[in-house]
């Protein structure tokens, strides 16, 4: 058993990564100033407590009480188009108050970070599909904290011995049967389409121009129960002592958002109006993970990432 501290695990992927971690028997605290998570969120077997991780005092406190073997570090913003339009509040929390936490990890001599870092650090690659070690060049504001921050990590690997795993997200999608994906406004490609197959509105496809197959862009779907596993993978590799590596955490296989919009027609049987709009900007055409590395160091594979089943796990909980 570990004891394992989560940061933003009132959010979606914290959420479901904290359920696993409860369901396999760790002791898990959870810090979460509830600016963009929920407090129904948190797994009741987990111990909640609502603060700023930028409030020293507090986070020093959990430490010296809980001294968790690993910290999971979910807390941050994560909308791409609002870090364009207000990057501060990006920089203050996915750098600043980040690093907070790193400096009271130090004082406490606790050094197993496992970071929720993005597929945004890429940018627009020059190769597909995507290794980690392929150049770096975020396009938005949110993106660039996350490579920031990555490079922190590092830092405080070289001065203060801390090692860490920075998970790579692609496309986060799917729900559990405890929790959903929950934003406000809602911008994400799956949640869209399946509030088109309700009946709610049309869906519009973001660009049909792209040199792609069908002219729609393409992206890598990951099943967020999978995200979460590799979460609790990676917290017992960096305590068996593993060295700091990024991790791309992708299905591998690409799909574009009209092959999305034919997945949600046949699992749902609902048809419903597509509009054919313009590119939004910044989206790059294609992102698709190679998550070899993944595989080798930690073990992990896609279990539930098929097209199919990302959309059912979505679609059998719409009237919950
Ligand atoms: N799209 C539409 N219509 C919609 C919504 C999205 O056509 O209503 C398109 C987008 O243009 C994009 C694709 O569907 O081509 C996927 O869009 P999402 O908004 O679902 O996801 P993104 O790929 O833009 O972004 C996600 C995460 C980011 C992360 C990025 C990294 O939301 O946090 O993946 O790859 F940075």
Redesign the pocket.
């Known amino acids: 058993m570990h004891t394992v501290l989560v940061t933003g695990g009132a959010g979606f992927i914290g959420s479901v990564t904290t359920d696993q971690l409860v369901a396999r028997g760790d002791r898990v605290v959870v810090i979460d100033d509830l600016s963009r998570g929920f407090a129904d969120n948190v797994h009741p077997d987990a111990t909640f407590v609502q603060s700023d991780l930028g409030d020293r005092g507090v986070v020093e406190s959990l430490l010296a009480d809980y001294r968790p073997d690993a910290v999971i570090h979910f807390a941050g913003y994560?909308?791409?188009g609002e870090s364009v339009r207000d990057p501060g509040p990006f920089v203050d929390r996915n750098v600043g108050r980040s690093t907070t936490l790193l400096d009271c990890l130090v004082r406490n001599q606790i050094g197993n970070v496992v970071f929720s870092s993005?597929?945004?650090v890429y940018g627009e690659p020059d190769q597909l599909p995507i290794g980690e070690d392929q150049a770096k060049y975020p396009t938005?504001p949110?993106?660039w904290t996350k490579w920031a921050f990555e490079q922190v990590l590092g830092f405080y690997e070289v001065a203060h011995g801390i090692r860490h795993v920075a998970l790579r997200?692609?496309?986060?999608a799917g729900a559990t049967p405890s929790r959903v994906e929950r934003h406000e406004p809602e911008?994400?490609?799956?949640p869209?389409?399946l509030e088109a197959a309700r009946g709610g509105q049309t869906?519009?496809?973001?660009?049909t121009d792209y040199a792609t197959p069908d002219g729609?862009?393409?992206?890598d779907y990951v099943h967020v129960s999978d995200l979460a596993d590799a979460h609790l993978r990676a917290v017992d590799y960096l305590i068996e002592g593993g060295a700091s590596t990024p991790l791309n955490l992708g299905s591998g296989v690409g799909f574009s958002?009209m092959q999305?919009i034919d997945a949600v027609r046949r699992v749902t049987g609902q048809d419903f109006p597509v509009d054919l709009?313009d590119?939004?900007d910044g989206?790059p055409p294609e992102?698709v993970a190679d998550p070899s590395r993944a595989r080798a160091v930690l073990g992990w594979e896609p279990k539930r990432s098929s097209l199919d089943e990302i959309v059912r796990s979505c679609w059998e909980l719409r009237d919950a």
């Open positions: 994560i909308a791409v993005s597929a945004a938005s949110y993106g997200y692609f496309n986060a911008t994400h490609l799956i869209n389409i869906i519009s496809v973001f660009g729609t862009a393409i992206r958002v999305v709009g590119r939004r989206d992102l």
